[in-house]
């Protein structure tokens, strides 16, 4: 069982940065894949970006294109925790923001292929 608790989000002008981070319980983070997710109202909740785990000591990452070059998802095994920073915010960029932990590591996009989640966190971004 692994459980996530995001914090970070916010309120932020356009064009403001925030960093998200999601802490993990357990010993076995390392192995599992590391994704997060965002819901705005009334709509479906979408794939932000993923990160893999480490393969001969290297991170895959993906990203949704509408954040490509904007957003960095990283991750610290030793704090077992996934970050997620974000620049040149849009209010288009306004959700609640969610981790999950993928223990099959298969860096999907698609948020039934994740096994656990985090309770999310506000990020609001102004015009």
């Known amino acids: 069982q692994v459980q996530l608790v995001e914090s970070g989000g916010g309120l932020v002008q356009a064009g403001g940065s925030l960093r998200l981070s999601c802490a993990a319980s357990?010993?076995?983070?390392?192995?599992?894949?590391m994704g997060w997710f965002r819901q705005a109202p009334g709509k479906e909740r979408e794939f932000v970006a993923a990160?893999?785990?480490?393969?001969?000591?290297?991170?895959?990452?993906d990203y949704t294109d509408s954040v490509k070059g904007r957003f960095a998802i990283s991750r610290d095994n030793a704090k077992n925790t996934v970050y997620l920073q974000m620049n040149s915010l849009k209010p288009e960029d306004t959700a609640v923001y969610y981790c999950?932990?993928?223990?099959?590591?298969?860096?999907?996009?698609?948020?039934?292929?994740?096994?656990?989640w985090g309770q999310g966190t506000q990020v609001t971004v102004s015009s």
């Open positions: 999950a932990a993928d223990r099959w590591a298969s860096l999907a996009r698609v948020p039934h292929e994740y096994d656990y």
């Open positions: 357990g010993r076995t983070f390392s192995r599992y894949a």
């Open positions: 990160i893999s785990h480490s393969v001969s000591s290297t991170y895959y990452t």
